[in-house]
């Protein structure tokens, strides 16, 4: 395993975690209050970000890019559903 690898695991875990205060926000309150612009180009950076990391070998990174991504994908169907 790189070092690599564990840094930015750590820090994806600690922006994935971060999310989940919004993502609550967002279903009790039936409010989308996330941008698609801003949703929309974090989900495209997540994604080109996931393959650097798959390519690179950066297993844990990958995997914890995937689930920032999740979040991202959620705030953005919160979006589109709630149509704040």
């Not at 395993?1 to 564990?6: A, G, I, L, R, S």
């Not at 393959?51 to 950066?58: N, Q, T």
Request: proline share 1%; charged share 10%; with cysteine.
């Amino acid at each position: 395993m790189m070092w690599q690898d564990v840094v930015v695991t750590i820090v994806s875990v600690i922006f994935a975690y971060a999310m989940i205060p919004q993502i609550i926000y967002g279903f009790k309150k039936k409010k989308g209050v996330i941008t698609y612009q801003f949703s929309g180009l974090n989900m495209t950076c997540m994604i080109a970000l996931i393959i650097a990391y798959y390519s690179m070998g950066l297993v844990f990174a990958t995997i914890a890019s995937i689930v920032i991504l999740i979040g991202w994908i959620t705030l953005f169907i919160q979006k589109i559903i709630y149509k704040e």
